[in-house]
C-alpha cells in the first residue's frame, strides 16, 4: 500500500472541513456507506476494518477503533443483505437532505476508500451507484473522487498502476 504523506493528509482534512458532514444523521449515515463501500468486493476484512478506522481517524472525521467499524460494518452487511443497496441508497438519501452535505459525505467516503490508491471494480460500481441515488452528476463524481486521490497521492506518491476513478 503507497505511503499517504501527513502533508497530503492535511490538505484533504481542510478539503473535507470546507463542508464538514455535521448533523449525527449524516455521521450515522457516513458509516453506513463506509461499510457498504468496504464490502463493494464482497469482503471485508480485519486489516480493512483496521485502515478504515485510521483514516477517519487520520482526517478527523470521527474516532473510531477497529472494532466498533467492524460492528458497523457487519450491522450494515445486515442491512444491505436484508433490504439491498439500492434501498440502503435511497434511504441513504433521505437521510441526508441538504445537497450540501450529501457532497461532503461522497467526498468522505471517496476519502476512506481511496486509502489504498486505487478503487477495484466493485468499489467503482457502489461509488456510481451512490453519485445517483446523491443525484450527482456523474462527471462531478468522478471530478470528485479524482480530486480526492490527487491529494492523498500528489507527484512523486502516485498509488500503483492499474487505479481507476468512477
Do not use: Y
Amino acid at each position: 500500500m503507497p505511503k499517504i504523506e501527513d502533508s497530503s493528509l492535511e490538505t484533504l482534512r481542510d478539503t473535507l472541513r470546507e463542508t464538514p458532514v455535521q448533523s449525527a444523521v449524516a455521521v450515522n449515515t457516513l458509516i453506513e456507506l463506509v461499510g457498504l463501500m468496504a464490502a463493494a468486493d464482497g469482503n471485508v476484512t480485519d486489516g480493512e476494518c483496521e485502515q478504515i478506522a485510521g483514516i477517519l481517524r487520520r482526517l478527523a472525521l470521527m474516532s473510531l477503533d477497529a472494532a466498533s467499524v467492524r460492528i458497523h460494518v457487519s450491522q450494515a452487511m445486515v442491512r444491505l443483505e436484508r433490504d439491498g443497496l439500492a434501498r440502503r441508497l435511497e434511504h441513504a438519501r433521505s437521510e441526508i437532505v441538504h445537497p450540501e452535505e450529501r457532497m461532503s459525505v461522497f467526498r468522505s467516503v471517496a476519502a476512506v476508500a481511496l486509502v489504498d490508491g486505487w478503487l477495484d471494480r466493485g468499489e467503482i460500481r457502489f461509488f456510481n451507484d451512490l453519485a445517483r441515488a446523491f443525484e450527482i452528476a456523474p462527471a462531478d463524481a468522478s471530478a470528485m473522487v479524482t480530486s480526492m486521490r490527487a491529494q492523498l497521492f500528489p507527484p512523486g506518491n502516485t498509488p500503483p498502476d492499474g487505479t481507476a476513478t468512477p
